[in-house]
């Protein structure tokens, strides 16, 4: 079972970015999706998710109106990123789980992670 990200790089405040995420080796649409980050000497922070029943989606606060989540294909997600600040820049992580909620111990598979730096 495998994720991996991409699309991550260097931004300025005020631009945007989309990171996908590709599943291999599951049912990756079986699995509600979820997208995480981890900015230096902070706990890992859940972003967004999305269902695997009626696609459903929830957002925390800091990225609401902002961040996009959706399932792409059946082996893929993305989460598009507008509006970017500086306290954006994180390791960004896509994971899947059994359940739509933003809390890190209900993914059970996760991807590497990719950089997001946005520069004022």
């Known amino acids: 079972e495998q994720l991996v990200e991409s699309g991550g790089g260097l931004v300025q405040a005020g631009g945007s970015l989309t990171l996908s995420c590709t599943a291999s080796?599951?049912?990756?649409?079986?699995?509600?999706l979820g997208w995480f980050r981890q900015a230096p000497g902070k706990e890992r922070e859940g972003l967004a998710s999305?269902?695997?029943?009626?696609?459903?989606t929830i957002y925390a606060a800091s990225v609401k109106g902002r961040f996009t989540i959706s399932r792409d294909t059946k082996r893929s997600a993305s989460l598009q990123m507008t509006s970017l600040q500086v306290e954006d820049t994180a390791v960004y992580y896509c994971?899947?789980?059994?359940?739509?909620?933003?809390?890190?111990?209900?993914?059970?598979?996760w991807g590497q992670g990719t950089q997001v730096t946005v520069s004022s």
């Open positions: 994971a899947a789980g059994p359940f739509g909620r933003l809390d890190v111990e209900e993914f059970d598979y």
């Open positions: 080796g599951f049912a990756f649409d079986d699995y509600a």
């Open positions: 999305i269902d695997s029943i009626d696609d459903t």
